[in-house]
């Protein structure tokens, strides 16, 4: 499901596990996945809020097969790169 979603954006190299691919994957547990309540986070340059919500069953995120985040706790990893419009 995952690839075929990254294939239509052209993101070959996501979306499946396999030799050669980037090795982005999140780990969740199904029956924990849920959509707990928004919340101001009064985070935003310049005094700004925005909405957020707890991660809810996501056990893990790992980008180019390095951990960034376990049990809702950053790594301190960054091995990605963010997509910019155009490049």
């Known amino acids: 499901l995952t690839g075929k979603h990254?294939?239509?954006?052209g993101l070959d190299d996501?979306?499946?596990?396999?030799p050669g691919k980037l090795a982005d994957i999140n780990v969740f547990a199904l029956d924990e996945i849920d959509m707990p309540p928004e919340e101001k986070a009064f985070d935003v340059p310049g005094g700004s809020w925005r909405f957020v919500r707890k991660p809810a069953g996501i056990r893990a995120t790992i980008v180019?097969?390095?951990p960034t985040c376990i049990?809702?706790?950053?790594t301190g990893a960054h091995p990605g790169t963010a997509f910019t419009r155009g490049g």
């Not at 990254?6 to 954006?9: I, V």
């Open 6 to 9: 990254a294939g239509f954006f």
């Open 14 to 18: 996501r979306g499946v596990i396999q």
């Open 64 to 66: 180019r097969g390095e």
């Open 71 to 74: 049990a809702g706790k950053s």
